[in-house]
């Protein structure tokens, strides 16, 4: 099993950046990728980027340019940095983890989230 940490979530203004972190605890040897999702209030949950172990990456359009994923493995951490923050970047983001990556990211643990609030 693995657990996944978030922190690095809180309310900014328009404008400003945040970094997320997700720490992993546990089977780490088994994560391939990585990744955070994010769920606004009444909307479905959407991918936002992700991170294999052989450095492929992907973002989703919304972020593209302005958010960037990276991963410490010796920490066994995963980070977003996000810049430019938009009043519609509010959500719960989640980091997620998989143990296989073939083309399609589909995780196998999520963490709890953590709450991102942007204010204009």
């Known amino acids: 099993q693995v657990q996944l940490v978030e922190s690095g979530g809180g309310l900014v203004q328009a404008g400003e950046s945040l970094r997320l972190s997700c720490a992993a605890s546990?089977?780490?040897?088994?994560?391939?990728?990585m990744g955070w999702s994010r769920q606004a209030p009444g909307k479905k949950r959407e991918l936002v980027a992700f991170i294999t172990s052989g450095g492929t990456v992907r973002y989703a359009d919304s972020v593209k340019g302005r958010c960037t994923i990276s991963r410490d493995n010796a920490k066994n951490t995963v980070y977003l940095q996000m810049n430019s923050l938009k009043a519609e970047d509010t959500a719960v983001y989640y980091c997620s983890a998989a143990r296989t990556y073939d083309n399609n990211y589909d995780p196998d643990y999520w963490g709890q989230g953590t709450q991102v609030t942007v204010y204009s």
């Open positions: 546990g089977s780490t040897f088994s994560i391939n990728a």
